[in-house]
């Protein structure tokens, strides 16, 4: 399994960034996919899912502002992000859940104010 995300940069409060996730080595339209994000000093945290049905879960801070999507033919999965705050400056990860769970290195988001 593989996740490779990118996508990540520095953007002034209320730009936009959209986040790429390209999987690979496991059946990637049956499979759930997640961002998380990690900020200095905290835990990491679920920002969004995706059912393998395309039903979408958001983390109530990104509500309205951030869309996931996925793209089963070419096995990616996005996170569009508008009216970015600096609170949404944190290292992103993609996620999947097979016999154990799955990370890609992390992109970093920074949104300076």
């Known amino acids: 399994v593989q996740l490779v995300e990118s996508g990540g940069g520095t953007v002034q409060a209320g730009g936009s960034l959209t986040l790429s996730c390209a999987a690979s080595?496991?059946?990637?339209?049956?499979?759930?996919m997640s961002w998380y994000r990690q900020a200095p000093g905290k835990q990491r945290a679920l920002v969004a899912s995706?059912?393998?049905?395309?039903?979408?879960n958001y983390q109530d801070s990104v509500k309205g502002r951030f869309t996931i999507s996925r793209d089963n033919g070419k096995t990616t999965v996005y996170l569009r992000m508008n009216s970015l705050k600096p609170e949404d400056t944190a290292l992103y990860y993609c996620n999947v859940v097979l016999d154990t769970w799955y990370w890609g290195q992390g992109t970093q988001v920074t949104v300076s104010s």
């Open positions: 080595g496991f059946i990637f339209s049956d499979s759930a």
């Open positions: 995706i059912s393998r049905g395309g039903s979408a």
